[in-house]
């Protein structure tokens, strides 16, 4: 049972968070801040345990909208406790807003300590992340969800990372992370393209089920493509280093998933195919990053 919890948590998604605060952190190197290893550390913790508080509340959601049952989407490569009748939905009620308040509890402690726009930045992630799942007018439900990730993971996450880090703000972080805020909104959509076809029996409106399948293809593809332009062009600006042009790497797994795309033959583990994507291209951009440090 503990296994199964800990899997239904969607651990492989912790990476994703921690590539986007480790990101922002390094970044703060490059540009010289003073960074404060305390609070950049308890702000990763905080993002993690916050992501698993909307991970469990999304499988709630998802339960009660009937969007999760057996043998459809991600039953079929994970655990779903409450499809499984593992839990029942005040447990995973009680296990998401736990985690929602030690993440509280850490954000308190770094505005606390000389960073209070935390608390502002903590709050806009937990709201968008309360309302990406509740039922019926949750953003998942109503075509929205894309846009929310957006903004969680690319704008408030990395800016926040960024400040509880450093205890300021800088515009070039700002547009720093828009990359990894689209290469991780492309893992949703990956994920709804992917059940265009049991969420509109299930009568939820995603940004899949509105566009249908080829359009909802061209904007996972530029997603999917658009950051390594964008973080080209970046580098050309000198937001960031000559050394982060090694992020054009991603280009070839990319290419790979713009072929299935492309194909119309959708896999069932498209979206953790598409995380790929995000772990590479962050492991890539920080590896430039630290390098950049070195070479100063």
């Known amino acids: 049972m503990i296994a199964k919890i800990l899997l239904s948590v969607r651990p492989w998604s912790f990476t994703m968070i921690a590539g986007v605060v480790i990101s922002a952190i390094t970044l703060a190197f490059y540009y010289g801040y003073p960074v404060d290893i305390t609070l950049a550390l308890l702000a990763l913790v905080g993002a993690v345990l916050l992501q698993a508080f909307v991970n469990w509340f999304n499988d709630y959601g998802d339960y009660v909208m009937g969007v999760d049952r057996v043998g459809v ?59 990406y799942s509740i039922p019926r007018v949750g953003f998942k439900y109503n075509a929205l969800g894309e846009l929310a ?15 509880a880090a450093t205890g300021l703000l800088d515009l070039r972080a700002l547009i720093a992370s828009a990359p990894l805020g689209m290469l991780i909104t492309a893992v949703l959509l990956a994920n709804n393209i992917r059940d265009i076809e049991t969420d509109s ?32 062009a970046l580098v050309a600006l000198r937001v960031l280093p000559v050394t982060s042009a090694i992020t054009v ?21 498209f979206d953790p195919m598409t995380a790929r994507v995000v772990l590479l291209y962050s492991m890539l951009l920080i590896a430039s990053l630290l390098v950049a440090v070195l070479l100063k």
Do not use: C, W
Not at 87 to 112: C, D, H, K, M, P
Not at 149 to 163: K, R, T
């Open 249 to 269: 790497l991603v280009l070839s797994l990319a290419i790979k998933l713009t072929r299935i795309s492309l194909s119309g033959r959708i896999p069932a583990d």
């Open 73 to 131: 989407g991600t039953t079929i490569y994970r655990p779903h406790l409450l499809v499984e009748g593992a839990l029942g939905t005040r447990q995973i009620l009680v296990l998401s807003f736990s985690s929602a308040a030690i993440s509280i509890a850490i954000g308190l402690y770094i505005a606390f300590n000389g960073r209070p726009l935390v608390i502002p930045i903590g709050v806009a992630g937990f709201l968008l992340g309360l309302l």
């Open 149 to 163: 990730v957006f903004l969680a993971f690319g704008p408030l996450m990395f800016l926040g990372s960024f400040y």
């Open 201 to 232: 029996r299930s009568g939820i409106k995603t940004l899949a089920t509105t566009l249908g399948l080829k359009r909802s293809t061209i904007v996972y593809l530029t997603l999917l493509l658009g950051p390594i332009a964008y973080t080209l």
